[in-house]
């Protein structure tokens, strides 16, 4: 089984930039798409992006069309953490990120992370 952190989230400004970490222990990175999705208040959770790497090689990596050019997924296979760079936020950025594990076999999310608050001020 895989357990997954995330951390790196806060307050930042219209216009700056975070980036999110998400560690996992357990299994290797090998076994799971890693996903991020995130939930702002009173919506729906929201695919942000995915990315599959083993053994140091990026198989695929795919953002939202709602990030994508802003944002950027990757990974150290090393360190078994999958980053998300977030850059020129908006405010519609607010939100709770959760990176979660996709097991590669059986498609189902093996474990979900607990979550890192990304607030951006207007």
């Known amino acids: 089984q895989v357990q997954l952190v995330e951390s790196g989230g806060g307050l930042v400004q219209a216009g700056g930039s975070l980036r999110l970490s998400c560690a996992a222990s357990?299994?290797?990175?090998?076994?799971?798409?890693m996903n991020w999705f995130r939930q702002a208040p009173g919506k729906g959770r929201e695919f942000v992006g995915r990315?599959?790497?083993?053994?140091?090689?990026?198989?695929?990596?795919e953002l939202a069309d709602s990030v994508n050019g802003r944002f950027t997924i990757s990974a150290d296979n090393a360190k078994n953490t999958v980053y998300l760079q977030m850059n020129s936020l908006k405010p519609e950025d607010t939100a709770v990120y959760y990176c979660?594990?996709?097991?590669?076999?059986?498609?189902?999310?093996?474990?979900w992370g607990q979550g890192t608050q990304v607030t951006v001020s207007s």
């Open positions: 357990g299994r290797t990175f090998g076994s799971y798409v």
């Open positions: 990315i599959r790497t083993s053994n140091g090689k990026t198989y695929y990596a």
């Open positions: 979660a594990a996709r097991n590669r076999e059986t498609a189902q999310y093996d474990a």
